[in-house]
């Protein structure tokens, strides 16, 4: 009994897809354009995107110029959107915009436009080319539509891009530093500190500034070491002028006092031997 029930539903399962791919290809050789797009819009409501789209992309060249066309290419649009292929659904965005500028969807449009960057920005160790798009384009929604109620959400995704490009600096920076490449690194935190001046890390960037000048200051050449001493005393006295109250002041001061001594004592040293010759 149950292995003829099993029968029965396999066959009901293989009658449903025959009879919908008849019914597809039906609709596909229509030459009742009209029908082919109240069967795209269906299929599309049905969130069979991907046949939706199909259709839509025959029927572009039928409906362009007529007050249908509008509809159809912002749907078609966000078929691709919807299929998660947001390169495509991109491109669409943007062409929706340069045919319809005046769109009441033009908002809805620019928006989306700019979330589909945001949907392709990769994994913190590859490039965050789409990262920086997205947060800059998103920055531009909010400043063209400045009453928009999708706002709240643009400031939200720009500030989770930013988050995620200020990692990916501190992740190199903190790898310099590993690889004992501590100018390279003293650089990166520089730029950490200058490039996120919001961030709640700022005073550990500045601190890890002083540091790898000082690492960097020690390993070099006796001839070098001086200016480069000099360069970590500088770095402290620009922490002490951005961080004045901060807890870490004291851990960048003694990287300053060590640059310090250690001048003297190269000094001490240089004179000593100036005075044998």
């Known amino acids: ?76 649009a966000y078929c691709f959107y919807y299929m998660k292929m947001y390169a495509d659904a991109e491109n669409l965005f ?15 449009v620019d928006y989306m436009r700019s979330y589909c960057f945001y949907m392709q920005s990769p994994k913190l160790e590859l490039e965050q080319v789409n990262t920086v798009r997205a947060m800059g384009m998103m920055q531009t929604f909010i400043n063209i539509h400045p009453g928009s ?20 600096e ?33 005073e550990e960037y500045k601190l890890r500034t002083v540091k790898a000048y000082y690492k960097f200051a020690k390993l070099s050449y006796e001839e070098k070491q001086i200016e480069r001493y000099e360069k970590v005393i500088e770095e402290y006295q620009d922490f002490v002028d951005r961080y004045p109250d901060s807890k870490l002041l004291k851990d960048a001061e003694s990287f300053s006092n060590l640059s310090k001594n250690n001048i003297k004592a190269i000094k001490y040293e240089q004179t000593q031997t100036a005075a044998k010759r």
């Open 1 to 76: 009994m149950m292995r003829a029930f099993k029968f029965l539903l396999a066959g009901l399962f293989l009658l449903t897809i025959v009879t919908s791919c008849n019914k597809y290809n039906k609709v596909t050789k229509s030459k009742d354009y009209e029908y082919k797009l109240k069967m795209a819009d269906e299929y599309y409501g049905k969130g069979k995107y991907k046949i939706a789209q199909q259709l839509y992309e025959e029927l572009f060249p039928v409906f362009k110029g007529t007050l249908k066309f509008e509809e159809l290419y912002f749907k078609d």
């Open 94 to 108: 943007k062409g929706f915009l340069e045919v319809f500028p005046n769109s009441i969807k033009a908002e809805e």
């Open 149 to 168: 109620e999708r706002n709240k959400e643009a400031s939200e995704i720009s500030d989770k891009c930013r988050a995620k490009l200020e990692q990916k």
């Open 170 to 202: 501190y992740r190199a920076a903190e790898l310099y530093y590993n690889m004992g490449q501590f100018r390279a690194a003293a650089l990166a935190f520089t730029n950490l500190t200058n490039n996120y001046p919001e961030s709640l890390k700022g």
